[in-house]
């Protein structure tokens, strides 16, 4: 049995640690991502306390978090009562190692940036890339451009197949509600874009969707339609079309692989079936049953849009990637166009439409065409 004075020290260090997990998860629901730090390293940072590590490795991404509180719940149920019975007799060092793991677990996220194109432009170039701006069609489009590392007297070697691996960003900001789209389309967790960073591949460029990453002088030009109802017209896939055109000639490509997230996998998709250049394709938590997504999250159509499931061509080497607690992509929007166009469904099991491609993006590269 506990005495009084073990107890007060439980409860208090409980209440703590809900606490600290209702601040992770209102930053969370925020758009300040909170990434799973490896275990080990964990470990190491306070050796003196390694089962509150244990006891604080189980705060996940925002997509596990069907509340605020929910964090709380997978911590003290995944972790065993010795741990607790150790937070509970050393307070103190429990509250400053909440403190820590808080601020370790925000500044671990490769997505904590975005928002700006000064921000997405400072994290891209600390990761080897350089910003240019593509006039393509009616619209300005952001690129992050990572051209292979130059050779002595500045000659660019070319690799064995000269394939330039183009990044094409999901819808942007998400919406207030169904009925109040975002004021400015810039993602505040630019996932393509660090997804651009962890490919290896010598020659890689990410494109921002129209209207994201503007000043509030371009932004205001940018018609309000080409992040609500025309995000999918002819003349928005036209504009991609001439802007990879253009990004081929810069790379001297011979050749493209083409990737893209949420909205931008649907692009994606078009131009692979519209160009002989595109070797594969790789369409993540895509939409890519347009009509049937919409009727499924009873939204209003589309009347311009092309959906990439009407459009005429097949593909061979393709992968669809899709997380099995995707709600808002889920797998049996993405299916019927593996079924009708060809190519490979892989539905993950425990992922949603953010969490967790990160962590594995560089084994899904293996797994692709």
């Known amino acids: 049995m506990l005495g009084l004075r073990q107890q007060n020290l439980l409860v208090a260090s409980l209440g703590f640690v809900e606490q600290a997990c209702f601040m992770t998860a209102n930053c969370l629901l925020q758009g300040e991502g909170v990434r799973r730090l490896p275990l080990p390293a964990m470990m190491g940072l306070i050796p003196a306390r390694p089962g509150l590590f244990v006891f604080l490795a189980h705060v996940y991404h925002r997509s596990d978090l069907p509340s605020p509180y929910s964090p709380c719940l997978a911590c003290i149920g995944q972790a065993s009562w010795w741990v607790v019975m150790r937070a509970a007799a050393s307070f103190t060092r429990l509250a400053a190692a909440i403190v820590m793991v808080g601020l370790l677990a925000a500044c671990a996220s490769p997505l904590n940036f975005g928002g700006t194109r000064e921000s997405a432009r400072a994290w891209s170039e600390a990761r080897g890339f350089r910003q240019s701006i593509l006039h393509s069609g009616a619209f300005e489009l952001t690129a992050f451009l990572r051209r292979p590392a130059p050779l002595a007297g500045g000659v660019v070697k070319e690799t064995d197949d ?8 999901g819808d942007g900001a998400a919406w207030s509600s169904p009925y109040h789209p975002p004021r400015d389309p810039t993602p505040r967790r630019p996932l393509a874009l660090a997804l651009a960073a962890i490919d290896p591949s010598p020659a890689v460029a990410y494109l921002g969707r129209p209207c ?9 030009r940018c018609s309000a339609e080409y992040w609500v109802d025309k995000r999918f017209d002819p003349d928005v896939i036209d504009a991609y079309d001439l802007a990879i055109s253009e990004l081929k000639k810069r790379f001297s490509a011979r050749a493209l692989r083409l990737v893209g997230y949420s909205g931008g996998g649907n692009i994606a998709a078009i131009l692979a079936m519209r160009r002989a250049d595109v070797r594969s394709l790789i369409a993540l938590a895509s939409p890519l049953s347009l009509d049937a997504w919409i009727q499924r999250q009873g939204l209003t ?15 061979q080497a393709a992968s669809y990637w899709v997380g099995g607690r ?3 992509v889920p ?7 593996a079924e009708q166009k060809g190519g490979t469904m892989h539905v993950v099991k425990g992922y949603d439409h953010e969490c967790c491609w990160i962590d594995d993006w ?8």
């Open 162 to 169: 000269a394939v330039l691996t183009v990044y094409i960003e």
């Open 326 to 328: 995707d709600d808002i």
């Open 212 to 220: 994201q990453y503007l000043d509030a002088a371009a932004l205001a």
């Open 331 to 337: 797998p049996s929007v993405v299916q019927p166009f």
């Open 362 to 369: 560089l084994i899904i590269l293996k797994e692709s065409p």
């Open 301 to 315: 159509s589309l009347p311009g849009a092309l959906d990439p499931v009407r459009q005429a061509g097949r593909l």
